[in-house]
């Protein structure tokens, strides 16, 4: 990686503003850079075949452990993690806005007297 | 069958599963256990990966009423899937030892797989199995299965940008592996 252009033209590619399209037109490092990426996608997309067996008697362990039907939703430990992940970083920056209009306050009056 | 009646088939089945018919949602998890399986072992390794796939195959059955078809239906399992083995992630951790090579190279692969090709994927194995779980879950998602950067980005609960720095430094990593052991 040889500086912030080429770090950005690597991971937007195909993004960004005309300046880095230039960029990535002109610059043989990102170009080599971009062949090596297709050439290792290619190789990862061919894992996309391969399916491996699952173990004996998943399917049974399965079917002898099925409860009740309650229509949850099957992904909702993962929003609950990222809502409070939002929420933590909106409370984080709220505290730090607050601390600072806080330390402002204290100063004027100080700055006044 | 043509691909019109086998898809009519199993969008039967897959109403009597949704209904509760235990017998019907046997067939589904015969039909797409070892994607789901296939799936789990790229995420979290082999020694994690039942454990994910039944309990993704549970969730999509306790989930099977909330299922509107609005993708097809191994895409959900998919995505149950990489919610599961996110879960679960903490124990995979403690797994991290373990390597996905083994799996990639040897259990269960048709026989078909011989010579270079065989070698590359070995490598692949080995080189995602050096991966954080973050950048494994990232590159297995959009590289090997094709996801686009929003849909890998919401299953695993991160940002795009995020996203598709992790799947940056993964690459990164996996050609310096590759490289390496070439």
């Given at each position: 990686m040889r500086g912030p252009r080429c770090f950005l033209a690597a991971v937007f590619p195909g993004e960004g503003p005309a300046s880095l399209a230039r960029h990535r037109a002109c610059c043989l490092h990102?170009?080599?850079?971009?062949?090596?990426?297709?050439s290792l996608r290619r190789a990862l997309s061919g894992l996309a075949d391969e399916v491996l067996v699952a173990p004996p008697g998943l399917q049974l362990r399965v079917l002898s452990r099925l409860g009740d039907q309650?229509?949850?939703?099957?992904?909702?430990p993962l929003v609950v993690r990222a809502a409070a992940r939002y929420a933590a970083a909106a409370g984080l920056a709220l505290a730090t806005g607050l601390a600072f209009a806080a330390g402002l306050a204290r100063r004027q009056p100080r700055a006044l007297g | 069958m043509t691909p019109g009646e086998v898809q009519r088939a199993e969008e039967e089945v897959l109403n009597r599963a949704r209904n509760g018919d235990r017998e019907a949602f046997g067939d589904l998890v015969e039909r797409y256990?070892?994607?789901?399986?296939?799936l789990a072992v790229r995420l979290v390794g082999p020694d994690l990966a039942a454990d994910v796939a039944q309990e993704a195959l549970l969730r999509a059955w306790r989930a099977l009423p909330r299922f509107r078809g609005e993708a097809a239906f191994g895409t959900w399992l998919h995505r149950i899937t990489v919610n599961t083995a996110w879960t679960l992630r903490k124990r995979a951790r403690r797994h991290a030892a373990d390597s996905l090579e083994g799996d990639l190279e040897d259990r269960g692969l048709r026989p078909e797989r011989a010579g270079e090709l065989a070698e590359l994927r070995a490598g692949l194995g080995r080189a995602l199995s050096?991966?954080?779980?973050?950048?494994?879950a990232v590159v297995v998602l959009r590289d090997v299965y094709g996801w686009s950067n929003a849909e890998t980005a919401r299953e695993l609960g991160i940002t795009e940008v995020t996203a598709k720095v992790r799947l940056h430094r993964a690459r990164l990593r996996l050609r310096t592996l590759l490289e390496g052991s070439r």
């Open positions: 990102c170009q080599a850079a971009a062949a090596r990426k297709r309650d229509a949850a939703d099957p992904r909702r | 256990q070892d994607t789901v399986y296939t050096a991966l954080t779980p973050g950048q494994r």
